[in-house]
Each structure stands twice: as structure tokens, then as C-alpha cells.
């Protein structure tokens, strides 16, 4: 049923209408939750707030997100992943608003670590939609679909940020690029159904194809209470805590070294941010085919080599005096290692663990992750001396090494390419 044929008979409802919405709604969501990294420098000096306080304000919304990972996914499945989607995005859109509204910064952290309460919660969900709306062998392209949000969400709403603080100001751009998510929050409500099986739009051609497949592969292999025994499992929590917190660090700190090279205007700054995302998705593409072909290799080192690049390239910036021109060739380089393992390191951890446990399993793993949202902003903030942020963004280059080690280590017990037979990513 791969061929153009079967496919207009079956239908794309499945990608058309649910597949797309959950991409707008995580890339609008995802926007919400980066977009300070733009406003960051002018915050700072309105606030009159230092690098310290600053990188705490970056990193409250992950004090917020930690906390509703695994009740988010327990509820979804409980009361159906439409309502806690749609309650989800409505909330993170008025605390995105309120962001541009408040005064104070315990007011702006708290408004923050409520929306990373919100936000906590829309992954797990998504993870409920892909496994009921998917059968088994396009779940992972539905999955990627939706992951290509990360680093688009900076391609398009970083350079529209800073047009927005430049032509209004950081509070109206807030509460500007926090409407849409209200939006999609009515959309998911009218248009995305909990489960095929009761949606009333979907032909019954694709209902069937759908729940008739959507549970290959699937089966019971062992407890979760093993994959607690397993060092693996915490090894590659270290990992993604280290690889994480320096995708965030790199994402909502970076707009603000890049605007020490402009006296005035943010237009420039969003831009310029923009470009390493789009290296990023670029490379993400090419970095999972390669893992996708017939190979001897684990798929582990196209996990390790992107990430000492992207080490690589942030120590060259600090090190290497070149001005601006090689400070975002650098960070472009940077970007490309950082975002390229993405969909071939969850494919590589699902091989990890028992295929009946690969949610509960990557909830786990991806909470270490969430937590280096909230130290890897404090840790640059607090290494910048004088408020220089060259003086430690170099910092998070170790971080990377230090993962590809573990990395390097893991493949190491088993040298051979890691073969799974679920074919689900439940991705960050």
C-alpha cells in the first residue's frame, strides 16, 4: 500500500488534517517558548537584570516542564489527547500573552514556569496521537513530520521576533506571537478526533487502514522496573541531559551574543538566529537517511560524530578571534551537528530498551533532558564575566565531548548496527 494508487484510495486525512495541525500547534508552541532568547537583551536592560538572573529567567520555563511529562501522557490516555492538547496550547497561549504584559520578573518567572507547565504536557499527547492515528510503518515519518517544528520554529519566528521588537517592542511581540497558539487551540478542539475509530471526517478505507495497523510490532518484552536496572537506560539520560541543555543554552542565549555585535535594532539578530536552524533541518534530513541505509555501523555514530562537530565549532568561536562572519559560520556548523542526530539518536535508544517500554523509557530519559533546559542557561549565565557571554558559551562545547564520549562508550558494548524491530519514536 506504498504506491501512489493505494494511497488516494485509502486517503491523507490522517497527515492532511490531524498530521498537520499537530506540527503548527508544537511549531507555535515551540516558538512561544523560544522566543525570549530574541527579546533576552532588550529584557535584560529594561529589567536592568544581570547574566546570572538573566540565564534563570531563560531556564524557567523548564522548572515548569519537568513536572508534567509522564502526567501529561497518563491523562491524555485517560481523557483523550484532543482536550488536553487543545487546554494545553489555550494556556500557553494566554501565559505567552501575559509574558508582554507583566512587570515585574517574579511575575515574568512565574508567568514562565507556568507555561512550562502547559507545555509539559503536549508531547506525551502527541506521542498518544501518533500511536492511534498511525499504523506502525508510517508512525516514524509522522513523528520526524512533526519534529522539523524545532528548528523551523527559529527559521520563521525568530526573524519575524525581532522585526517585531524593532517595529513595537518586546512586549507586543509576546503577546503578538502568543494569539496563535489560542488559535490552534480551537483547531485541535473542532478538528482533531482522539482516536480515528469515532472521527467522523476519515473515509472508511483509511479508518480501517489505520486500526488495523497502527498495533504491528507491538508487544510485551519486559518490565519497567528492568529498564531501571539497566545502566544503559541512565547512561543515555546523561547523554541527552548534556546534548539537550546545549541545544536550549544554544538556542536562547545565542541572540544575545550575536547582538553584541549591533549597536542598535533586532531585526538583524533574528535573522542571523535563524540561520543555524536552517542548517539544523537541513542536516537532519541528510544525517537520517544516511542512519537509514543498509549499514555495518551502529546507528550511535551518527549520533557521536555530529555532536564533536558541534563541540567543535563552539570552542573554534571562542578561541578564534574572526568577528561576526566567522562567529555564525561557527554557529551555523554548530547548529547542523547539534540538530542533526535528533531522529537517528531516538531510533538509536528505542534499540535500547524493551519494545514494550519504549514510552515510559524515553519519558525518562527525556525528563533528564528537560532538566538541562532549566542548568544549561544558569551555567552560561553565571560563566559570563563582565557580562560578556563569549567568556562562556565556549562552555557548552565540553558538554557535547563529554556526550559523545558516553556515546562512544555505548556503542562500544555492542559495535554492530542496532536493530529494532518497534518502529516507534516517541521524540522530545
Known sequence: MDTALDTARIGRSRWLRVGLIVFISYLVAFADRTNIGVAAPQMARDLQLGTTITGALLGAFFWGYLVTQIPGGWLSTRIGPRRVIAVSMLITGVMACLTGMVHTLPALITVRVIMGLAEGVIWPSFSVIFVRWFPARERARGIAFAQYALPLSSVVMAPLAGWMIDVFHWKTMFILQGLPAIGMAVLVWLFVSDDPATDRWLSTSERDFITQQRLAGTGADDSFGSVLKQSTVWLLAVVALSWIMVIFSFGLWMPSLIKQYFAHGYAAVGWLTALPSLFGAFSMFINSWLSDRPSSLSRGWFVAVPLVVAGAALLAQHYIDGGLVFTMIMFCIAGAGLFSPSGTWWA???????????????????????????????????????????????????????????????????????????ETVLLH
Open 348 to 422: 538509536w535508544v528505542i534499540s535500547k530498551v524493551p519494545r514494550n517500554q519504549a514510552a515510559p523509557s524515553i519519558a525518562l530519559i527525556n525528563m533528564f533532558a528537560s532538566f538541562g533546559g532549566v542548568v544549561g542557561p544558569l551555567v552560561v549565565g553565571f560563566y559570563a564575566r563582565g557580562g560578556n557571554l563569549s567568556s562562556s558559551f565556549y562552555i557548552l562545547g565540553y558538554f557535547l565531548f563529554a556526550a559523545a564520549i558516553v556515546v562512544t562508550y555505548l556503542i562500544r558494548r555492542t559495535p554492530l548496527r542496532d536493530v529494532t524491530s518497534a
